[in-house]
């Protein structure tokens, strides 16, 4: 069973399209991430969530709305894509925002 | 800027050498953590080592601590081909009233047959 698994792998849209990535976790961690890896593998963080709650909200632009269902989902919305979109978008979960964290194999989105 | 820095940014070693990775940060830190992430693979947690420890082992892997100068280093021994990866680290960091993992840019790892 896989422990975080957010789907889908890939996703080729147009610009200015609006799209979905999911995510879910089977650990019972009650924190959860997004994280935005761009093609210099540099990995940030965009939204943090503990228990359905959003934590962290970093400096994201609004046409990125997360959304968390219960503590074992996080899924993330993305309205208007625009090219500077196109990363890697990582979800990953913890037990607490200090201990290890557990990555999904990402989704790679391309937007042309 | 980022928190943490690894250094090199490339390093390419023959199978059985062993392989050194280093990483500065700025502030103070709870903790540091290393992860490894295969080409197209999804981050893999290496090792954590707290603020108080100052050198922690797993298997093939060694990592220390200086906190006095806001670095850290990975070493693996007697690498392998399988152990061609890119290699992060990260570090917890206060943002706000909330704390948050923040990671380098990463060593890439070739090892040679």
């Known amino acids: 069973d896989t422990a975080v698994s957010q789907t889908p792998k890939y996703l080729v849209t147009q610009m200015g399209n609006d799209k979905s990535i999911k995510c879910e976790q089977n650990?019972?961690?009650?924190?959860m991430y997004w994280y935005k890896q761009d093609s210099k593998k540099f990995l940030k963080i965009m939204f943090s969530?503990?228990?359905?709650?959003?934590?962290i909200n970093e400096t994201v632009p609004n046409r990125f709305s997360p959304k968390s269902p219960d503590k074992a989902h996080l899924n993330l919305h993305i309205n208007s894509l625009e090219l500077g979109d196109s990363a890697v978008y990582f979800c990953?979960?913890?037990?607490?925002?200090?201990?290890?964290?557990?990555f999904g194999s990402g989704t790679q989105l391309s937007v042309l | 800027s980022q928190q943490g820095e690894e250094d090199p940014q490339a390093l390419s070693i023959q199978e059985g050498e062993n392989a050194t990775m280093n990483c500065s940060y700025k502030?103070?830190?709870?903790?540091l953590q290393w992860y490894r992430q295969n080409s197209g693979r999804g981050l893999v947690h290496l090792i954590l080592i707290r603020s108080n420890e100052r050198e922690k082992h797993s298997g093939r892997l060694r990592v220390t601590l200086d906190t006095s100068k806001k670095s850290s280093s990975l070493l693996i021994t007697a690498s392998r081909a399988a152990d061609t990866a890119s290699y992060f680290c990260a570090t917890d960091v206060r943002g706000g009233s909330n704390y948050k993992l923040t990671f380098g840019k990463g060593t890439l790892l070739t090892v040679n047959p």
């Open positions: 990953a979960s913890s037990q607490d925002w200090s201990e290890k964290l557990f």
């Open positions: 969530y503990n228990n359905k709650e959003l934590i």
């Open positions: 650990l019972g961690h009650d924190t």
């Open positions: 502030t103070s830190i709870n903790n």
